[in-house]
């Protein structure tokens, strides 16, 4: 089992939707979470991290973490072109960090 | 955001010859700085994790003397390519850690190996 699981995708969406991005890890000893955004080409840029159970909301971003159930999840409201990428969900677990393989995202005009 | 840098951006070389690549963290101090690859399409796939003053760990497959890693101060971290084939081009990324355990990358090397 990897220790962070993705849908890969694609996952469409039309412009202005919300999109949702879903991430589960096995370790529950995990304590810190990220998401990256990768555009095709470029390399990972860090959007949210979250710590703590509940949602954290930064802009547009949505990030929620439900630890019990052993998952973090990406809403991005009003979905535009510009969000089309891979989404990376990342966790730390013993002091190593781990990716998932991520979520293409495309959002459509 | 921490800014992390990498040189050069892209680099093409004849088969046999050596490359080496440099990541800078230029804001803040990366006791840890991580190496990367990615072939087209494919996931990002750990090669090492750097560690200043000390030797660098290889994930499994990675063969530690075709990839050598220097992590030589707090700020920068590099990896050579030695004896470069073309089964060896692809796009490399270094990311370092924060105090904070936060990774930021950099923004990759293309690496062409005719």
């Known amino acids: 089992q990897k220790e962070v699981e993705q849908n890969s995708g694609p996952l469409s969406v039309p412009e202005g939707a919300i999109a949702s991005l879903n991430c589960t890890y096995s370790?529950?000893?995990?304590?810190?979470f990220f998401w990256y955004r990768q555009y095709s080409g470029k390399s990972p840029e860090l959007i949210m991290f979250?710590?703590?159970?509940g949602d954290k909301e930064d802009g547009r971003f949505t990030a929620q973490l439900n630890k019990a159930s052993q998952y973090v999840s990406l809403l991005i409201r009003d979905s535009q072109p510009s969000d089309s990428a891979t989404y990376l969900c990342?966790?730390?677990?013993?002091?190593?960090?781990?990716f998932g393989s991520g979520t293409k995202l495309n959002v459509k005009p | 955001g921490a800014v992390v840098s990498q040189h050069p951006s892209w680099v093409i070389c004849k088969s046999g010859t050596s490359v080496k690549i440099e990541c800078r963290s230029l804001d803040f101090q990366a006791t840890t700085m991580f190496w990367y690859r990615q072939f087209p399409k494919q996931s990002l796939m750990l090669m090492a994790t750097?560690?200043?003053?000390?030797?660098?760990?290889?994930e499994q497959g990675v063969e530690k003397d075709k990839f050598l890693i220097n992590h030589a101060s707090l700020t920068l971290s590099t990896l050579t390519v030695t004896s470069a084939h073309p089964e060896d081009s692809s796009f490399y990324i270094c990311s370092a850690r924060t105090a904070k355990e936060t990774q930021y990358f950099g923004p990759g090397t293309r690496l062409l190996v005719l």
């Open positions: 750097s560690n200043e003053g000390s030797k660098a760990t290889y």
């Open positions: 979250i710590y703590s159970n």
């Open positions: 990342a966790v730390i677990t013993l002091n190593k960090f781990y």
């Open positions: 370790d529950r000893g995990s304590q810190s």
